[in-house]
């Protein structure tokens, strides 16, 4: 158009001949003159309408070309070429759509029969075939708010204490309003899938009406032709918490396209620019931070709050965990699928219920709760000092190289191989007077070091026990010959620090 406008310019502006345009921009006099003969007849034509003038300089140039037979897609390759798609089509609608023909694999197969084809021009042809298909539309739905929400997993990789681990993000999107939901899992299993349930409708403090799944494992038990028989878990959830259920049909994730994006969404939110955390809690915290932050703003909230206000009642979280009867080892530890979790070590050989959940197990001997422990996934031993001390009080040389000893905090570490390397049994009667009066181990580091900076020498677990009990504000028990001095020493001691502190006093006053 460009090129057509200069060569009208040239020719009624600055009055230059067919051969001088020609030459100057490069075209062919066939060409200059064939423009100027069209726009000299369009002139002729107009009778005062120059909108047909407009119209033909900002037509674009139209190319004769001729009909040319083609020379290597012959009759014979677009039958075989046209039988492979059809092929394709066969076993995609069979479920063997792993087993297509990909354009490659028919290009390869010309090759073999001896057709001289590029793959260039078999890609071309199929394209082109493709893209006379008919396109399938789509009708764009209106919800009632707090009438349906849809549900869906989505996979995100992150470090978590300093080791990479896949996890599973279950994902919630209420339709009407887009607001989002999401948690995370090691696993994509029943007990993360009714928790992931309990920990949206507690954070919405209501039940949305309806829930779309696609066909995940943890929903859709079996398949019956058109039918999908439920979950027992999908059963309970829906006797529990009242909302009804849907699925979507095979393949057609459009069917829940809110949550489709929202999977989306969330792992870009919130893990594109931070991805290393110390822990899943402290990851999914930041997780529902993400989500809360989105649902706050401007487009979203007002008709989340809308949502919210329409949902079913909700009163308290349904039980999701597992409840299994397993048998303590000598090894004081129970093992669940090849990961060891310690019990206090008068168990050995007895029975105890677990609860088990999707991230922490909680054990119970007689209905009392003797130990809890975060769930692993990678066949460790999760052992507690403190369930090992009465086996510790009668062999206290297993103490320094126990792989309790190994897991304890490291401030606990710190002061036993500090003060307690050759006298373990007072390390041991020390963790049995903290475990009797409910100290925890941040009090007794606290006190060790209480007691370093006091002035002794060489800190005793009777300095430490004497600290802790000041602090309970109870009378220190009556111990041994051995450890009388030490106690009188240290007691002096502050007496004597309180009596300086005094007499500074007296002498300001």
Known sequence: MKDKSEIIRLRNYEGLSEREISRRLGFSRITVHRILDEYTKALKEQEGDKSRIEAYILTPPIYKTENRPKRRLTENIIRIIDHCLEENEIKKRSGRHKQRMFKQDIHELLVEKGYDISYSTVCGYISNQSSQKEKESFIKQGYIPGEKAEFDWGEVKLCIAGRWQKLYMSAFALCSSNGRWGDLFHRQDTLAFMESHANYFEECKGVPHEVVYDNMRVAVASFAGNEKEPTQALLRMTAFYGFKYR?????????????????????????????????????????????????????????????????????????????????????????????????????????????????????????APVAEHERSYYSTWSLNL???????????????????????????KELYYKYFTDNGKSFVDLLIFAKEHAI??????????????????????????????????????????????????????????????????????
């Open 440 to 509: 925890s181990y941040d009090e007794i580091a606290l006190a060790g070091k209480d007691a370093e900076q006091s002035g002794i020498k060489t800190v005793t677990a009777a300095h430490i026990t004497t600290l802790l009990y000041n602090r309970l504000n109870q009378t220190p028990p009556l111990y041994k010959h051995e450890q009388k001095d030490e106690i009188e020493d240290f007691a002096i001691k502050q007496l004597s620090m309180w009596s300086m502190m005094m007499n500074n006093n007296s002498k300001i006053v």
């Open 386 to 412: 403190n369930h090992y001390l009465q086996t510790l009080k009668r062999k206290p040389g297993a103490l320094s190289g126990s792989v309790a000893l190994s897991q304890a905090p490291e401030s606990m």
């Open 247 to 367: 699925f979507c049909n095979v393949r057609r994730g459009n069917e829940k396209g809110h949550v489709e994006r929202t999977v989306e969404v969330l792992r870009r939110k919130a893990f594109c620019l931070k991805d290393t955390f110390d822990t899943i809690e402290q990851a999914t915290e930041h997780l529902h931070q993400t989500c809360r932050k989105l649902n706050a703003s401007e487009d979203i909230r007002p008709k989340l709050e809308e949502d919210l206000r329409s949902l079913l009642p909700y009163t308290t979280p349904m039980g999701c965990f597992e409840r299994r009867e397993l048998k303590v080892d000598k090894w004081s530890t129970i093992t669940l699928n090849t990961s060891h979790y310690s019990v206090p070590d008068t168990l050995v050989g007895r029975m105890v219920e677990v609860k088990i959940f999707s991230e922490k197990l909680l054990v119970y001997m007689n209905n």
